[in-house]
């Protein structure tokens, strides 16, 4: 009964079978090793664009940091939305990496920025001289925070925003995978054909030990992002595990299938959940994420019988057991409908 994090389910045998397969003999180190130029080439061929610069990290971190230090100056703002991975669970990192730019947060209560609200952020900034910050890069997240979806309509959008601006657009993909699964596109239409600039396409969340791959668009950006991966010390000496993982991902599109496992397993719980009528669903459900709300004592129950989820709002020790209280709960590709079934039958219990 674990949906605590996809972070937290196992790597997939391919992924450490490949290790094991690339821990043998002798192999150039600091990303000049065969497997590595591989990689390379297969991401090229996956999103048809095969003058993209790739670089692998071993954190989403790194990847969203590195990034976006690559496409903004420390005078400069992110725009992105108040709930979005950058500004929440990163520890101040893209601020660091950029050298000190600021985050202009954007109100979306589903997760996801609109034209409307991105135009009018924008408008905000850079009409104060040299005594404000000037517009830097349009960041999205995908899947977003709240677990929903931006459409590639959505994505085109935005970017035209951007564009119509002269800013870059970064996409933080640490569940790219899941997205694209659920909205049945390629992944070229859901990035550069939608005018992303720059995507970290993730690994780590589905079913790899620790791998992210940024994938520059434009390489003209690339000398830049090697030197900044150097200096925030992310380029490991022995890249070819990093790689390895990556191939096995790509082979025989491992990555898709672990998305779609992924999303079937959330599916598949929420559709007990709505059954049980105990939960009430927050936000739509797109990806392999669900927040719901129940009452104080259910979650009570749930985790003296050994549920492991995110309380997302409120305290288990309040006074009123019949408090609704927001739950996170996040399906890996390694959730079975057991889980699934064990769990349901004690919120009902």
């Known amino acids: ?56 990290v071993p954190t989403g971190t790194a990847a969203n940091a590195l990034a976006l230090a690559c496409l903004s100056n420390p005078w400069e ?9 950058i500004n929440v669970d990163e520890c101040g990192a893209p601020e660091f990496f950029t050298g000190g730019a600021k985050l202009t947060l954007i109100d979306a209560p589903d997760g996801k920025m609109t034209p409307e ?31 929903t979806i931006y459409t ?44 992303v600039d720059v995507l970290c396409f ?32 992310h380029l490991f000496s022995k890249h070819r ?21 992924a999303n079937a397993a959330c599916d598949y719980l929420l559709n007990g959940l709505i059954a049980s009528g105990q939960a009430e669903i927050c936000f739509p459900i797109e990806a392999n994420m669900i927040f719901a709300r129940w009452p104080r004592a259910l979650h009570q129950r749930l985790f003296d019988a050994g549920a492991a989820y995110s309380l997302w709002s409120g305290s288990l020790t309040g006074d009123d057991p019949a408090e609704p209280l927001m739950a996170r709960l996040v399906c890996d590709w390694s959730a079975t409908s057991a889980d699934a079934d064990r769990f349901l039958a004690n919120l009902q219990r």
């Open 117 to 147: 609200a991105l135009t009018t952020a924008i408008a905000g900034e850079e009409n104060r001289g040299v005594h404000g910050v000037q517009r830097g890069p349009v960041s999205l997240t995908q899947a977003t925070e709240a677990g």
């Open 241 to 261: 595990y990093l790689a390895a993982q990556m191939d096995a991902y790509l082979e025989g599109d491992l990555w898709h299938d672990l998305a779609t496992k």
């Open 77 to 85: 703002t992110v725009f992105c939305t108040a709930m979005a991975h």
């Open 1 to 56: 009964m674990f949906f605590g994090s996809d972070n937290t389910g196992p790597a997939h045998p391919a992924a450490l079978e490949a290790l094991l397969r690339a821990n043998t003999g002798h192999a150039a180190s600091y990303g000049e090793d065969a497997l590595t130029a591989q990689v390379q080439d297969r991401i090229r061929t996956l999103f048809e664009a095969p003058d993209a610069a790739v670089y692998l």
């Open 152 to 195: 590639v309509d959505e994505v085109t959008a935005l970017s035209a925003v951007a564009r119509a601006h002269n800013l870059p657009v970064h996409m933080d993909g640490a569940r790219f995978a899941n997205a694209l699964v659920r909205l049945g596109c390629s992944p070229a239409e859901l990035s550069w054909k939608a005018g």
């Open 202 to 233: 993730g690994g780590t969340k589905n079913g790899l030990l620790g791998v992210e791959a940024v994938i520059l668009f434009d390489p003209a950006r690339a000398w830049e992002f090697e030197l900044r991966r150097k200096r925030a010390a």
